[in-house]
Nanobody
Framework: QVQLVESGGGLVQAGGSLRLSCACSGRTFSSYTMGWFRQAPGKEREFVVA???????YYSDSVKGRFTISRDSAKNTVYLQMNSLKPEDTAVYYC???????????????????WGQGTQVTVSS
């Protein structure tokens, strides 16, 4: 049984920073691509960033240069460092796992097989 548990969300002022964590249970963590998505009220879930098991990282244009994904295989944990936060970054953030590594698949919600419960990030102006 695979479980993903996010933490680290909260309320921050515009320009501030937060670091999200996603702890993954189960073995073979290092053999999967881990991604972060977000969903704002009334909007569809959107791709933010993913780091593949073959070492490639892909960012959406909206967060490139501000967000950084990293993974610690010893702790089975993936992190999302978010800097220079903007009010439009406000959303529930989800981590997810997929066996795919190509950019097209990484952006598709349907290509991820396990999801966390989400953590709220609110950026005030």
């Amino acid at each position: 049984q695979v479980q993903l548990v996010e933490s680290g969300g909260g309320l921050v002022q515009a320009g501030g920073s937060l670091r999200l964590s996603c702890a993954c249970s189960g073995r073979t963590f290092s053999s999967y691509t881990m991604g972060w998505f977000r969903q704002a009220p009334g909007k569809e879930r959107e791709f933010v960033v993913a780091t593949s098991w073959i070492g490639r990282t892909y960012y959406s244009d909206s967060v490139k240069g501000r967000f950084t994904i990293s993974r610690d295989s010893a702790k089975n944990t993936v992190y999302l460092q978010m800097n220079s936060l903007k009010p439009e970054d406000t959303a529930v953030y989800y981590c997810a796992r997929t066996r795919y590594s190509d950019y097209a698949a990484l952006q598709r919600v349907t290509d991820y097989d396990y999801w966390g419960q989400g953590t709220q990030v609110t950026v005030s102006s």
